[in-house]
């Protein structure tokens, strides 16, 4: 069964600095995509950006980008010029294919806190 | 991205009796949705995959009599919560699969927390 891990209940960073978080997964499939949700507290979850698992280049969305690791199933979040809004639970997610259909796993999740 | 509505965003009931909670796609025709359910300070768990026209598929664990889940309209999933009781308190999500593309991306509601008194 996949699983993901993310390591790092809580962090913390200054407004305008940089942070990564971390998530580790594990899978026996070749195919299959990455994703990071972004969970502010009014816990509509939000797509922060997608990776595809046969794309040897990372995904950037504007001042998110991830460092895909294929060989050692590693799949962080560098959030650049960090902004207050950017306070928020992130999930780290794996899309499988079973019986038919798309399912996500998501890791524990990551408090990430902007400080002013 | 597709909107998804959810109602209510927040039920209070009784232990005993059932809550019934909408999930809508607003702009697209979803033949799967998801139902999700978060503990807080926890992440998302699913509970079931539903499936227009056909009967829900539970994750191990989840009772599907006590989390009945419709989906008759490809606009349109429920999950009924039967007989709630205290421990069933938690923030419900649901999120529909969006077709086409490279991949079929979820959207997710904006969620309904439950309180079970």
């Known amino acids: 069964a996949q699983t993901v891990t993310q390591s790092q209940p809580e962090m913390s960073v200054q407004e305008a600095e940089t942070v990564t978080l971390s998530c580790t997964y594990d899978t026996s499939e070749n195919n299959y995509y990455l994703f990071w949700y972004k969970q502010p507290p009014s816990r509509q979850m939000i797509l922060v950006i997608r990776q595809e698992a046969y794309k040897q280049q990372n995904a950037t969305e504007n001042r998110f980008s991830v460092n895909f690791q294929k060989a050692a199933k590693s799949f962080s979040l560098k959030i650049s010029d960090s902004q207050l809004g950017d306070t928020a639970m992130y999930f780290c997610?794996?899309?499988?294919?079973?019986?038919?259909?798309?399912?996500?796993?998501f890791g524990k999740g990551t408090k990430l806190t902007v400080n002013p | 991205g597709a909107v998804v509505s959810q109602h209510p965003s927040w039920v209070i009931c009784k232990s005993g009796t059932s809550v019934k909670i909408e999930c809508r796609s607003l702009d697209f025709q979803a033949t799967t949705m998801f139902w999700y359910r978060q503990f807080p300070k926890q992440s998302l768990m699913l509970m079931a995959t539903?499936?227009?026209?056909?009967?829900?598929?539970?994750e191990q664990g989840v009772e599907k009599d006590k989390f009945l889940i419709n989906h008759a309209s490809l606009t349109l999933s429920t999950l009924t919560v039967t007989s709630a009781h205290p421990e069933d308190s938690s923030f419900y999500i649901c999120?529909?699969?969006?077709?086409?593309?490279?991949?079929?991306?979820?959207?997710f509601g904006p969620g309904t927390r439950l309180t079970v008194l």
């Open positions: 999120s529909q699969l969006a077709p086409g593309g490279p991949y079929n991306e979820q959207f």
């Open positions: 539903s499936n227009e026209g056909s009967k829900a598929t539970y």
């Open positions: 997610a794996f899309m499988k294919h079973e019986g038919g259909s798309e399912k996500l796993v």
